[in-house]
């Protein structure tokens, strides 16, 4: 089903990996996101009762903010709703990690699981090395989830970020299939986006310390430079792999 306007209209979409956010959007979904409104897509997957959700929203932050508050793995279950844990539990390499995350979830006994992040940047202007970010996700083991994946796209968007945020759960249990428990699955993903956004602008706004210490993070892992210090040429390659963040406060 797709959100426009209010409305839940039947769609198919096929997406492309290699086209941004903005052209995977027509210009009614470009609209709403220039209104502030999120631009839902969910699309139905053979042998899970939940489908694959993707969420779009505008961010008033840079894409090297936003990916950078998101990097910090450990610090997800400060912002983001129903995880009462998260915590890296194992680096991989360079550009891989292990997070572990515990979930509150309705009726049933709250899930465990862990997914596999890898994150990616790419050049997007080798004149003034603006880029764009993307974290993968698949799951390693869960309590009763049977399989997941997704991603988080950070690209530039106007004066800000146009975060694509593509889930999908593929769960164990029976009861996830009851209505109520799907659609609320559903908002849940919605309200994770939502959440993304507001802890960037808190950052921003409150608790500049805390943003740029994350954005010095993910600029060494790239080979950025320093805050406040001129930006060296771009490498020849225009993807770098980075690596994960150690935990924080685990």
Do not use: C
Request: aromatic share 6%; hydrophobic share 40%; charged share 25%.
């Amino acid at each position: 089903m797709r959100t426009r306007g209010g409305r839940l209209v039947p769609i198919v979409l096929v997406v492309l990996a290699a086209r941004s956010g903005a052209q995977e959007l027509g210009p009614g979904e470009r609209a709403a996101i220039d209104s502030g409104r999120q631009v839902v897509i969910a699309e139905k997957v053979k042998g899970s009762s939940w489908p694959r959700l993707t969420v779009y929203q505008f961010i008033a932050g840079s894409p090297e903010e936003v990916a950078a508050v998101f990097f910090d793995y450990g610090r997800h279950a400060s912002f983001l709703p129903n995880v009462r844990r998260s915590r890296i539990s194992r680096v991989l390499d360079s550009a891989t990690a292990e997070v572990d995350y515990t979930l509150r979830v309705p009726i049933v006994s709250d899930e465990s699981y862990t997914v596999r992040d890898r994150l990616t940047s790419s050049v997007i202007d080798s004149g003034t090395d603006v880029r764009s970010y993307r974290v993968e996700w698949t799951l390693v083991r869960a309590t009763s989830t049977k399989a997941a994946d997704g991603e988080a796209r950070f690209e530039p968007y106007r004066d800000g970020t146009l975060l694509t945020y593509r889930n999908l759960v593929v769960p164990g249990s029976r009861l996830a299939g009851l209505g109520f428990i799907r659609d609320r699955a559903q908002r849940d993903v919605r309200a994770t986006v939502r959440a993304i956004a507001a802890q960037v602008v808190k950052e921003r706004t409150h608790d500049r310390a805390l943003l740029d210490e994350q954005v010095r993070a993910l600029r060494a892992v790239a080979g950025h430079p320093r805050i406040g210090e001129p930006t060296p040429p771009p490498p020849e390659q225009s993807e770098r792999v980075l690596p994960s963040l150690a935990p924080s406060g685990a």
